[in-house]
């Protein structure tokens, strides 16, 4: 399904590398036989055909077939790939993702889209608080971000207090997720073990 506003998108995969939790890159955690990344690519492609990587390791994803770009400014964490994503679009938004969401929702994806004008970001509310690297981002936030960045201050809730936020709370979202897994991000071996038992679940 194309969206309205697909052409206007420029969809990013924050993909920073080792995880110091995981100790292994996150992108490429084998689900249902294939890495993550690329399930979120094919999910990201049916958005929009504007693709980003942002990553200070472009060779690991090369065979993508995807624009990979280097963060402008290390060591930011996502902050800076976000600054990396809305600097390098020629588009007026840009959804961001992680690189470790398993269950990423393209209806959900799609819901942001369609509210996504008129305001700085649009960002799902999960039982345990917002989600900022399941959002949509527009140029907008561009010299905020810049500022917040020159002032050290890299937490994406702290800038989302001087931004027009446009939050998709569980009622909306969570018809669109029965699993309610839209959100599960691996951060350790256990959320890995989690999301195989998930889909094992789901297979039998």
């Given at each position: 399904m194309t969206m309205g506003n697909s052409q206007k998108i420029t969809a990013a995969i924050l993909?920073?590398?080792?995880?110091?939790?995981?100790?292994?890159?996150?992108a490429f955690l084998l689900l249902n036989g294939e890495p993550i990344i690329s399930s979120t690519i094919t999910i990201l492609r049916k958005i929009t055909s504007d693709l980003l990587i942002v990553t200070n390791h472009p060779n690991l994803y090369e065979e993508f077939q995807?624009?990979?770009?280097?963060?402008l400014q290390r060591g930011l964490g996502p902050m800076g790939a976000i600054l990396t994503a809305?600097?390098?679009?020629?588009?007026?938004?840009?959804?961001?993702?992680?690189?470790d969401l398993p269950f990423l929702n393209l209806r959900i994806l799609q819901k942001m889209t369609t509210v996504m004008n008129g305001s700085d970001?649009?960002?799902?509310?999960?039982n345990y608080?917002?989600?900022?690297?399941?959002?949509?981002?527009?140029?907008?936030?561009?010299?905020?971000i810049k500022y917040a960045i020159s002032q050290g201050k890299l937490s994406l809730f702290q800038l989302f207090k001087q931004l027009k936020v446009h939050q998709i709370p569980p009622k909306v979202w969570q018809p669109l997720d029965p699993t309610g897994h839209a959100f599960l991000?691996?951060?350790t071996s256990e959320d890995y073990q989690l999301a195989k038992k998930f889909i094992d679940a789901k297979t039998t």
């Open positions: 993909a920073g590398g080792k995880s110091q939790r995981m100790g292994t890159n996150k995807v624009t990979v770009v280097r963060d809305l600097s390098l679009t020629e588009h007026s938004h840009v959804l961001v993702t992680a690189c970001v649009v960002v799902p509310r999960s608080g917002l989600e900022p690297l399941c959002a949509i981002y527009n140029q907008s936030c561009l010299p905020i991000n691996l951060n």
